[in-house]
């Protein structure tokens, strides 16, 4: 258990508002990850952080901001959510110790739906 | 850029035969290579990874994966498929920064 939660799990909202989900961790490393989960897309990278308030973009992160202000919070904000960006988020560390090291691990998801 | 292609979106084998999940990366630089599982309505599960070394790589369920750099190509192999197999498989390429294969459903018919 990599102590890795998300919030919220679930989660509807309208086109138009703002939507953030969290990512907390609880093992206190460096580099977290948010993603996204589309049928016949796999996972896109949409942010990355190697630190606090350092972070770098991915594959999609257009429409997407982020924010690390402590080490254990990765927040994913949509400033105007859309209905492509109805998917399901994943939150990831990467490991760095003993066997788990560069091993990605994975929060259980939050379901976004943009109606 | 870095990026993984996975052949094939759906692969159907019998129970008891092979399985053969194919993955090629680019990369300059030899990344770190993992397969990932996803079961129906689950998270994700790492089934093996590839970092240095042994360029065979032994995974949890009896699957494995071979690491051919002149080939640029890690793929997931298993003797003989079961059942319980039946999931989404993602190659995955990276060590700072991770992308994903687009994945490849398997269906195990009995």
């Known amino acids: 258990d990599a102590g890795i939660t998300q919030s919220p799990r679930h989660k509807v909202t309208e086109t138009g508002t703002p939507v953030t989900l969290r990512c907390h961790q609880t093992?206190?490393?460096?580099?977290m990850y948010w993603y996204r989960q589309d049928p016949g897309h796999g996972l896109r990278l949409i942010h990355y952080s190697y630190g606090v308030k350092d972070t770098d973009k991915g594959e999609v992160s257009d429409g997407y901001s982020v924010s690390r202000s402590k080490t254990e919070d990765f927040l994913l904000t949509l400033e105007s959510a859309t209905s492509s960006q109805t998917s399901v988020y994943f939150c990831?560390?990467?490991?760095?110790?003993?066997?788990?090291?560069?091993?990605?691990?994975f929060g259980e998801g939050s379901r976004l739906t943009v109606l | 850029a870095q990026s993984v292609t996975q052949l094939g979106s759906h692969v159907s084998v019998s129970e008891g035969a092979l399985v053969l999940l194919r993955c090629n990366y680019s990369?300059?630089?030899?990344?770190?290579l993992f397969w990932y599982v996803q079961y129906p309505n689950q998270g994700l599960q790492l089934l093996l990874k590839?970092?240095?070394?042994?360029?065979l790589v032994k995974g949890i369920n009896g699957f494995e994966a071979e690491f051919k750099k002149s080939e640029t190509s890690f793929h997931l192999t298993k003797p003989s498929a079961h059942m319980s197999d039946a999931a989404e498989y993602f190659c995955?390429?990276?060590?700072?920064?991770?992308?994903f294969g687009t994945g490849t459903r398997l269906k195990v018919l009995a």
């Open positions: 995955v390429s990276g060590t700072y920064k991770y992308i």
């Open positions: 990369s300059s630089v030899p990344p770190y």
């Open positions: 590839y970092t240095t070394g042994a360029t």
């Open positions: 093992e206190n490393h460096r580099y």
């Open positions: 990831a560390i990467r490991g760095t110790s003993g066997r788990g090291t560069g091993e990605l691990f």
